[in-house]
């Protein structure tokens, strides 16, 4: 399975209209340890004006992974979707 890697600040929105996101990033209490947040990510074609434009389920949140264990996960949850996984560079919304 191909793992797409974007940087989600400085480029638009994945193309995917279905996908499985993993941000990882430092510990801030231990900087030999990362974290990682995964989350299913659905856009909606036909949105309502109030309505969210996406639906964001959270699979995993910051807890402490590798990056190969967080991939792994990912890519198996993806698989059995049958959808993307996207890896999304150093995220600040981690505070």
Do not use: H
């Amino acid at each position: 399975m191909d793992i797409k890697v974007i940087n989600e600040s400085s480029s638009p929105a994945c193309s995917e209209a279905d996908y499985v996101r993993v941000q990882m990033w430092s510990d801030p209490e231990q900087d030999t340890q990362t974290l990682a947040t995964i989350e299913r990510v659905v856009r909606k074609s036909n949105v309502r004006p109030a309505a969210p434009a996406r639906r964001v389920k959270t699979l995993v949140e910051k807890q402490p992974m590798s990056l190969d264990a967080a991939v792994g996960f990912a890519t198996l949850y993806a698989a059995s979707k049958k959808i993307q996984v996207v890896l999304t560079t150093a995220s600040e919304e981690a505070s």
